[in-house]
């Protein structure tokens, strides 16, 4: 049977989400150091190949799921942030871990391995803009704006796996808890034991859709701290009476979901089932019929019946793949326009080439180091997470 995958159409800005393009004003990272192939050159998967060979069982390269597939062919291991950190700590033989994601993950893997193993990201331009929308200083400020009001002590604070080592550590520090999107709410069922409100950080959505959704919360319960705003544009009585203090971030790709792109497929396919995972908008997650993180996606389109109709809003790289994998079943991207994670896509053939032969001539590039004591901070929240019931 032929697949029924359609490209979704290109808009004006896709040239920047395929990563072609940057915008130095808001991603970390600086550019390459090196002489990078260029991708056309033809001999580029040969490359990779005979490079990956050489370096044997000294390498392990991981591939996250919104990886391109140029890259994910040469994965060890895919998976989502955390599978892949885990997946790194259980590799102590790998002398180089080569995390095919983003920033924070690197950073989560290279918290999890042993201090000899180095975690080496093949574009240090390859951020996360969620990840960036919490910074340490701010959130600081935001703490002891809850000290001066007395609340503190009532506050645990959780942190989406989606963030940098800094607010892993801050949370660690401050007796709270690291989460991902598979285990949100047992993290804040935890949490809620052992205070009364939760600070979320960095995704609002996440945080919402999970008190709202699945812990009966009302939307009332949930106060917006905008960082940008003197004491976060809210009023003592507002950030008093919350039970759920979300920190104002969003990711920009599942941020693009929108209600109007649920009801179009709707009309357009009948019969559609509308799959999304947790970082889209509320209103999107009210309007779906499933939601979960990329593991459970996977898992939910494997499952599908053949003939089945979805329309899925997650990264465009994975819904691609999954729908060329199941010419049986009619999997579809929920938005009509492309909506690629543009820093994942920084990372390509040419910079994974680059990577694997400077590490066969002996010259160890990008590596990712968090400092001895925020990765001991951020481990006593990446513990807890493990420890959740
Ligand atoms: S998809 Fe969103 S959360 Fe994931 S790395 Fe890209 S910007 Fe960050």
């Given amino acids: 049977?032929?697949?029924?995958?359609?490209?979704?159409?290109?808009?004006?800005?896709?040239?920047?989400?395929?990563?072609r393009g940057s915008d130095p004003a808001s991603e970390r990272g600086v550019d390459c150091p090196g002489d990078l192939p260029t991708p056309s050159d033809p001999d580029l998967v040969a490359r990779a190949t005979a490079a990956k060979a050489a370096l044997g069982d000294r390498v392990f390269v991981l591939g996250h799921h919104y990886q391109r597939d140029e890259v994910i062919q040469f994965a060890d291991v895919t998976g989502d942030s955390f599978k892949l950190a885990q997946q790194a700590a259980a590799r102590p033989e790998a002398e180089f871990i080569v995390f095919c994601g983003v920033h924070f993950m690197a950073e989560s893997a290279d918290i999890l391995t042993k201090p000899e193993q180095q975690v080496?990201?093949?574009?240090?331009?390859?951020?996360?803009?969620?990840?960036?929308?919490?910074?340490?200083?701010?959130?600081?400020?935001?703490?002891?704006?809850?000290?001066?009001?007395?609340?503190?002590?009532?506050?645990?604070?959780?942190?989406?796996?989606?963030?940098?080592?800094?607010?892993?550590?801050?949370?660690?520090?401050?007796?709270?808890?690291?989460?991902?999107?598979?285990n949100a709410?047992?993290?804040?069922?935890?949490?809620?034991e052992h205070g009364s409100k939760v600070f979320f950080l960095p995704d609002q959505h996440l945080g919402r859709n999970t008190a709202v959704l699945e812990m009966g919360f009302d939307l009332d319960d949930c106060v917006l701290y905008d960082p940008h705003?003197?004491?976060?544009?809210?009023?003592?009585?507002?950030?008093?009476?919350?039970?759920?203090?979300?920190w104002r971030g969003h990711c920009s790709v599942h941020g693009r979901f929108t209600l109007d792109s649920v009801n179009d497929v709707r009309e357009r396919v009948p019969g559609v089932n509308v799959l999304v995972h947790p970082e889209c908008r509320h209103e999107v997650v009210q309007a779906a019929d499933y939601v979960g993180s990329t593991e459970y996606i996977i898992k939910a389109l494997d499952a599908a019946p053949a003939g089945s109709a979805w329309a899925v809003g997650t990264e465009l790289n994975l819904v691609r793949r999954m729908a060329l994998a199941h010419p049986d079943k009619q999997i579809m991207f929920l938005?009509?326009?492309?909506?690629?994670?543009?820093?994942?896509?920084?990372?390509?053939?040419?910079?994974?080439v680059w990577t694997l032969e400077e590490l066969v001539a002996g010259r160890v590039p990008n590596v990712i180091t968090v400092d001895p004591e925020t990765a001991d901070n951020a481990r006593v929240a990446l513990d807890q997470m493990l420890a959740l019931p």
Wanted: aromatic letters at 6%; glycine letters at 8%; proline letters at 4%.
């Fill in 1 to 19: 049977m032929t697949s029924t995958w359609t490209e979704p159409s290109n808009t004006a800005t896709a040239l920047l989400l395929l990563g």
């Fill in 335 to 352: 938005d009509k326009a492309v909506c690629y994670c543009s820093t994942m896509n920084r990372i390509d053939l040419p910079h994974l």
């Fill in 185 to 192: 709410k047992r993290a804040l069922d935890w949490a809620f």
């Fill in 120 to 182: 080496i990201l093949p574009d240090l331009a390859a951020g996360c803009s969620m990840a960036d929308m919490a910074v340490l200083g701010q959130v600081q400020t935001a703490w002891e704006h809850f000290e001066d009001l007395g609340i503190a002590g009532d506050i645990v604070p959780v942190t989406y796996m989606n963030s940098s080592a800094d607010i892993k550590g801050f949370v660690g520090r401050e007796k709270g808890v690291v989460c991902t999107s598979s």
């Fill in 229 to 246: 705003k003197p004491q976060g544009g809210l009023t003592d009585e507002q950030l008093r009476d919350a039970r759920m203090i979300l």
